[in-house]
């Protein structure tokens, strides 16, 4: 195996990046990837081909494909038969996975619904109509409304009890954790200077993506520390407390989130990462359409079929 080819920052993580992942990714040797069962879900927008589309991982093939406008991270797995997704922009629709039929709507937005979360019981959703709502899934009653103070562009699920919610900096640079069963406020973070466009949790942590930098928090949203200037544009949680990011439309970044320390980077033409669960190995789309699995220690690019849409990648989820 060789690494020439990637460009490492930090000498001595590298030494622990090594040690982390080359066993595993030993373990992976067959030329093409056996991930049994496991789907990865794409969602396509700014085109006429607006679409939610589902692959087999372990044959590339396509299981579904729901035409759909559906805006930025506003889709989400609810269980193994059903994906929840923005319908028509300000209805929730839950689809089949096996079929893309439309199973049922939510109604009760008034504006572009642009991200959602589940815990497979309830639904949470943020919109452009400045509120978090959430969902019982199968009365589909909504439950509570958060009235936020500008655009909501990312909410995650800490745990089954907390939400963390994040939106446009320009106007509220305030990060909110919410109790899951009525939308009290449990705690708040008001350090970034620009639009917080994702989050990821951990068992330890909670990291806020913005526009100006990455803060990693512990759960009561309180700073731990700040690192990699510049526009985020999607995350992934990868092993070992390894943090990947993109940077614009190129640049992939790997951190230690133990130390914020840069590892490496990478010049790969993204719009969109996801971990796909094998060490080492990311899911990968791009403005034009195309997906591929991308390793970050070899820097192979194994592309994905691709389809009939057009339109930027613009969220994927592993399941």
């Known amino acids: 195996m060789k690494f020439e080819d990637v460009t490492f920052v930090n000498t001595t993580v590298t030494t622990t990046l090594f ?10 040797k067959q030329p093409n990837l056996v991930l049994g069962n496991q789907r990865i879900f794409f969602n396509f927008s700014g085109s006429l081909n607006d679409a939610v589309i589902v692959y087999n991982m372990n044959t590339s093939e ?13 889709f989400a797995i609810v269980n193994e038969t059903t994906f929840a997704a923005s319908n028509q922009g300000n209805k929730i629709g839950l689809y089949s996975i096996a079929t893309g039929e439309l199973i049922k709507e939510l109604p009760g937005h008034t504006s572009s619904i642009y ?3 589940t815990d497979g019981r309830y639904l949470y959703s943020g919109s452009y109509d400045y509120s978090v709502r ?16 500008t655009y909501v562009y990312t909410i995650k699920l800490l745990d089954s009890n907390r939400l963390i919610v994040g939106g446009d900096g320009q106007q509220s640079n305030t990060v909110y954790m919410l109790n899951t069963k009525d939308g009290t406020i449990l705690h708040t973070a008001s350090d970034h200077t ?34 990699s200037k510049g526009d985020h544009i999607s995350s992934t949680i990868m092993e070992n407390d390894i943090l990947a990011v993109n940077h614009g439309e190129k640049i992939i ?28 190995m990311l899911v990968i789309g791009r403005n034009d359409g195309s997906m591929a699995f991308y ?12 389809t009939r849409f057009s339109g930027a990648v613009r969220a994927i989820k592993v399941v």
């Open 62 to 74: 396509v299981i579904s494909a729901t035409k759909i406008l559906c805006a930025g991270d506003a």
């Open 115 to 117: 991200t959602l979360a």
């Open 19 to 28: 040690a982390l992942l080359t066993d595993k990714l030993r373990q992976h």
């Open 295 to 306: 390793n970050v220690i070899t820097k192979r690019i194994q592309e994905l079929p691709k």
């Open 134 to 149: 959430a969902w019982n899934l199968d009365s589909g009653a909504q439950l509570w409304r958060f009235d936020f103070k």
């Open 194 to 227: 620009r639009l917080v466009y994702q989050i990821e949790c951990t068992k330890d942590y909670v990291i806020t993506l913005g526009f100006d930098c990455v803060i990693m928090r512990n759960h009561k949203l309180e700073k731990i520390r700040s690192f």
């Open 253 to 280: 970044g790997l951190f230690d989130l133990n130390t914020g320390e840069q590892i490496s980077k990478h010049d790969v033409i993204v719009s969109r990462i996801a971990y796909c669960g094998v060490p080492g």
